[in-house]
């Protein structure tokens, strides 16, 4: 099984200022015949389901504020918000399905205002 | 627009059974794997079942092989999560998850239902 490791756990970021959140997988989870990383980055608030912000490592779902970004390949992604807002206080995960099953996600990372 | 409604959760006591269900609408939900992914309380995410399009296909994670089974019925555009021996660790809301891609079940999730709450307690 693929697993996926987040970092850091919690971190406090203050409004207007980037907060990156980073995720490391145990093996790539890049297919090399379509070049595509197999990666999707999840919002969840408080009594909320997850939402999905961002799949394929970095393609942004419609609708999702350009603040959030996402990057990197391989065993290494990163995702970024620039310009925090209160709204963006949540927990989030990252999850690989390139090698399933079992679909797997990080342990979450909670981002809270400083 | 895409609509994915569970129901079923509730107290039940160690040992016992309990099927959820899960009410699509506003796709054809014929087309679409399906999965089911749990959150304990105060936990992270962790994937507990999928089902092929046709349901011919299904995995489990290791933690519910033997005990869980998913299903579903095209023609009711629901999807089922039977749950049996539950224990303590099985506490927590349920939540059923489409995948974006036709006639396959992989890829990420999206949408996600609100979620159903099981707590196995005696």
């Not at chain 1, 090399?32 to 990666?39: F, I, P």
């Not at chain 1, 909320?48 to 912000?53: A, G, I, M």
């Not at chain 2, 011919?56 to 869980?68: C, E, I, L, N, P």
């Not at chain 2, 974006?100 to 707590?119: C, H, I, K, R, S």
């Amino acid at each position: 099984d693929i697993v996926m490791t987040q970092s850091p756990d919690s971190l406090a970021v203050s409004l207007g200022e980037r907060a990156t959140i980073n995720c490391k997988s145990s093996q790539s989870v890049l297919y090399s015949s379509n070049n595509k990383n197999y990666l999707a980055w999840y919002q969840q608030k408080p009594g909320q389901p997850p939402k999905l912000l961002i799949y394929w490592a970095s393609t942004r779902k419609s609708g999702v504020p350009d603040r959030f970004s996402g990057s990197g390949s391989g065993t290494d992604f990163t995702l970024t918000i620039s310009g925090l807002q209160p709204e963006d206080v949540a927990v989030y995960y990252c999850q690989q399905y390139y090698s399933t099953p079992p679909w797997t996600f990080g342990q979450g990372t909670k981002l809270e205002i400083k | 627009q895409v609509q994915l409604v569970e129901s079923g959760g509730g107290v039940v006591q160690p040992g016992r059974s309990l099927t959820l269900s899960c009410a699509a609408s506003g796709f054809t939900f014929s087309n679409y794997g399906m999965h089911w992914v749990r959150q304990a309380p105060g936990k992270g995410l962790e994937w507990v079942a999928a089902v092929s399009y046709d349901g011919s296909q299904t995995y489990y994670a290791d933690s519910v092989k033997g005990r869980f089974t998913i299903s579903r019925d095209n023609s009711k555009n629901t999807l089922y999560l039977h749950m049996n021996s539950l224990r303590a660790d099985d506490t927590a809301v349920y939540y059923c998850a489409q995948v974006p891609f036709l006639e396959w079940f992989g890829g990420w999730f999206d949408p996600w239902g609100q979620g159903t709450l099981v707590t196995v307690s005696s």
